[in-house]
């Protein structure tokens, strides 16, 4: 069972291309709740901060993360920065979207 919770882990903790701090910043509310930037074009990327949850284990981020990921969401937990990268999958949308379809997505999950 560890083997196989491990297994899975291993993409989620892959770090994403470049350097972090220079993607446009997304927000995170107390309940999960995602948000972009809406006054700039939608990214494939997004820097998250997640110190105000004081997470001390990648297990404890993924336990959050993990659970909002989907097929347009991938969540990458960079525990000793105390950041999340967000990679949005633009490429899995029937037709390219805006930003603001992307936050009406992300707030739809909020529902859930």
């Known amino acids: 069972m560890k083997r196989l919770f491990l297994l899975f882990l291993l993409p989620f903790a892959a770090n994403a291309q470049g350097d972090p701090s220079t993607y446009p910043v997304a927000t995170i509310t107390t309940e ?14 997004y820097q998250i901060n ?32 105390q950041k999340a990268i967000l990679e949005v999958h633009l490429d899995r949308t029937d037709v390219p979207q805006d930003i603001v379809w992307w936050n009406n997505y992300l707030q739809s999950l909020c529902a859930m």
């Open 32 to 45: 999960h709740c995602v948000q972009l930037d809406a006054n700039l074009p939608v990214s494939d990327l």
């Open 50 to 81: 997640i110190a105000p949850f004081g997470f001390s284990t990648f297990e404890a981020a993924y336990n959050v993360f993990g659970m909002i990921s989907n097929n347009l969401l991938t969540y990458t937990v960079d525990i000793l920065n």
